[in-house]
């Protein structure tokens, strides 16, 4: 989703998807809760995260879970929030490890709280 304002991404289930199970950029004031992101990346000769935010601005990030339970991950994060990313809330999430790591999170302002990275 690119370029959107004042939208939910919510209660979704996302299975062995081709690259991120979410992705978002250029957009304010979304909402992506409840959802859960299982083995992303499948099968591409490129790595993703799971969850993908670029250039967001006050959004809320809550109650996802994201993880990649094969032996060798494929996902490269969990969670990537990357580019002007601001203001933004990520709490109580369950992140799993991806090849370079659970959470990475980039921009300025971001409360980043209470999530679980395993």
Known sequence: MNGAETVAITGNTMVETQAQGIYVSGSRYVTITGNSIVRPSKNTDEHHAGMLLDSIRDCLISSNIVIDDRSVPEMTYGLQMTGDSRDNIVTNNR???????????????????DNMVR
């Open 95 to 113: 992140i799993g490890k991806g090849r370079d790591g659970g959470l990475d999170i980039s921009g300025r302002d971001n409360n980043v709280d």
